[in-house]
């Protein structure tokens, strides 16, 4: 059984998603099927009881990954040659949810106490290299540039967890190094910002971190840089999952609420 002590506040929820992923995936007819995660929550040494009763976030992490599944999807059908790289990948096994494309390369960057454990869980493959660095530091940034081919960069469930400075800081990093890039990425519901004490799942870790970034219009990024386009952008209340409690389906239908009650998931270019 491998062992959580060593993990950062938001290390630790990394825990939330995969658990997310593997109780739907044994949901008859669920939203994901990730047979990985099952595996990999088997292996792993944590109560994960204690998120039995997170209903909002179970359903919200698989609406989020199936969405952004079908984005990388559609982005590697235009992209065969590829290079895609997922920072903060966690234990997220998205190459293979896709079926191992035979793209250029794939990479699953996360802290190096996060890769230690992801090492010895995750499946792995020729093409799926891991980078035990921070996103913050420009060092995975070369690797991809290397290649000389089309990149793709998902962040999927980490953004939240930096605060403005360090959000522009690190777009501004992106726009420095990328001529020409797509990025996949979540913005927080906007009224959790600051109130992770009330999230279903966040409330119940052990070292409990708390949501500093989101922004009410995902637009205002582009004023940061010209370099940067919000070229899509996806309501989770739009996927009309009849599971979510009866009294937010009822708030997302009012403007107010569908504004500020919703998880998005946005595609922004930088060109
Ligand atoms: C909620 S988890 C998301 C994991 C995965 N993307 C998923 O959706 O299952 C947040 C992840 O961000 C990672 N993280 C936090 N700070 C980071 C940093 N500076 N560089 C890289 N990863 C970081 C954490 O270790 C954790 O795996």
């Known amino acids: 059984m491998k062992n959580t002590d060593k993990l950062g506040n938001i290390s630790e929820t990394m825990l939330i998603t995969v658990w997310a992923r593997a109780v739907e995936t044994e949901r008859k007819g669920g939203l994901i099927k990730d047979p990985a995660a ?6 792993i040494n944590y109560d994960f009881s204690v998120f039995n009763k997170a209903v909002m976030s179970q359903i919200g992490c698989c609406i989020r990954a199936n969405v ?3 984005q990388a999807q559609a982005f590697l059908d235009k992209h065969p040659d590829a290079v895609v ?5 966690g234990l997220d096994t998205r190459y293979h949810r896709l079926n191992c494309p035979d793209i ?3 990479y699953d960057l996360d802290l190096p106490e996060v890769v230690d454990i992801r090492r010895q869980l995750c499946p792995t493959h020729p093409k799926n290299t891991l980078l035990p ?3 913050l530091e420009e060092d995975w940034i ?5 290649h000389n081919k089309p990149v793709l960069i998902i962040c999927e469930g980490v953004l939240m967890y930096f605060d403005d400075v360090e959000v522009q800081a690190f777009f501004a990093m992106l726009c420095q190094r990328f001529e020409h890039t797509t990025m996949l990425f979540d913005m927080l519901v906007y009224m959790a910002k600051g109130n992770a004490k009330h999230h279903d799942a966040v409330k119940k870790t052990k070292q409990k971190a708390e949501f500093k970034w989101s922004l009410l219009n995902s637009k205002d990024m582009e004023q940061w840089n010209n370099k940067l386009h919000i070229t899509e952008e996806y309501y989770m209340s739009d996927y009309g999952c009849k599971r979510f409690p009866w009294f937010m ?5 009012t403007p107010w609420g569908y504004k500020r009650l919703n998880q998005r998931m946005i595609q922004l270019d930088i060109f």
């Open 104 to 106: 250029t390369h794939w």
């Open 85 to 89: 790289i997922q920072l903060g990948a």
């Open 142 to 146: 070369d690797q991809v540039l290397a």
């Open 249 to 253: 389906r009822l708030l997302w239908k």
């Open 68 to 70: 952004m599944d079908r």
């Open 38 to 43: 099952v595996e990999i929550l088997k292996a």
């Open 133 to 135: 660095m921070s996103m």
